[in-house]
């Protein structure tokens, strides 16, 4: 029988098939460490072969990373988040690296910083959660790269990856000013968020260039509940809108959903909605929602990107805030004339 056990597959096995080191076939299977293409093809043909696994924890012994990601995730009820954080982590484990999901907010910083300490994670992918201080003051120690997608922190060692959120926004009151309405509403979001801070000046500025302003602005916090609330808030008034954009799909839809079932109103012949985030859902015939598309795909590619060049030691920019291009999609809901 030897020194092996039936069954398993070795790296050295995959070598001998392969007729390259040891080493090389370590390589192949370490996210960022280099081997030539040809090598790379040898090994992993010689691995589907034997059905080779890497041993990922001896391999975390050798180059003292765990090829461990964690990805940092808060209120996933709205499904633009949910599909955010699994193209996250598909994009992870595209590359080799093993996504480990944290979810949470500020009152649970101890479990947070328990599993990134238990599980050695190499760097920490941050959505849509607010990071405590605690948690910060504790990944600052431990010089992880943290990457913030869809979400802007200050810290000069954090790297956020954002829509131009003040734009994007802005393109929305363009759209609304220019199809004709004159009693535009605003629904923000959650106040301690950048994206809701940015798209709120975003809009209002542009609606000053254009000579107007809102006639009314409602809180809301990115759920189809404050939507309804606001909406319901909005059309109560003597003087209703004509229109209102909303910080995000959920909130839009929400008004959209109330105007119709409580008001009797038609969308768009007597009220337009817009939001923000390209969600599915507002997709869908019954809403056809008008929304901005913030190219979710390309912060993550480029968040994947940052975390492995960081991980390669090639550095990349830190403490930076990138941005990426929002696009404007027009539907229905604010198509037709009133």
Not at 105 to 115: N, R, W
Not at 246 to 254: S, T
Request: net charge neutral; glycine share 8%; hydrophobic share 40%.
């Amino acid at each position: 029988m030897g020194d092996k056990k039936e069954g398993r597959v070795r790296a050295i096995d995959v070598a001998r098939l392969a007729g390259v080191s040891r080493s090389a076939v370590s390589r192949t299977f370490t996210p960022g460490a280099y081997v030539s293409d040809a090598t790379r093809a040898k090994v992993l043909r010689a691995a589907q072969a034997l059905t080779y696994y890497p041993n990922a924890m001896a391999r975390s012994l050798t180059t003292q990373r765990s090829g461990i990601v964690g990805v940092i995730s808060a209120d996933l009820q709205n499904p633009f988040y949910a599909l955010t954080l699994e193209r996250i982590g598909g994009a992870l484990q595209g590359q080799g690296l093993a996504p480990l999901v944290l979810f949470g907010d500020e009152t649970s910083t101890k479990a947070q910083i328990s599993q990134i300490l238990s599980y050695r994670v190499d760097a920490l992918i941050v959505t849509n959660a607010v990071l405590s201080s605690r948690l910060t003051d504790t990944v600052s120690r431990m010089k992880l790269p943290v990457v913030a997608v869809n979400r802007y922190f200050p810290q000069d060692w954090i790297t956020s990856i954002t829509c131009d959120n003040i734009h994007a926004a802005g393109s929305v009151a363009d759209h609304l000013h220019g199809v004709g309405s004159t009693r535009i509403a605003l629904v923000t979001g959650k106040a301690d968020t950048s994206s809701s801070r940015d798209r709120e000046a975003g809009f209002l500025r542009a609606l000053v260039e254009r000579g107007t302003a809102p006639i009314a602005i409602e809180t809301g916090d990115y759920s189809h509940d404050s939507g309804v609330l606001a909406g319901r808030s909005l059309l109560e008034r003597s003087v209703a809108p004509d229109a209102v954009f909303c910080a995000n799909d959920l909130m839009a839809m929400g008004v959209v959903d109330v105007a119709r079932s409580e008001f009797g109103l038609r969308v768009p012949e007597d009220l337009r909605v817009a939001g923000f985030d390209n969600s599915a859902v507002g997709s869908w015939q019954s809403y056809s929602l008008t929304t901005v598309d913030q190219n979710i795909p390309q912060m993550i590619d480029l968040a994947v990107e940052i975390v492995l060049r960081q991980l390669r030691g090639e550095g990349g920019p830190t403490g930076q805030h990138l941005q990426v291009k929002g696009t404007l999609i027009v539907r229905h809901s604010t198509s037709s004339p009133i």
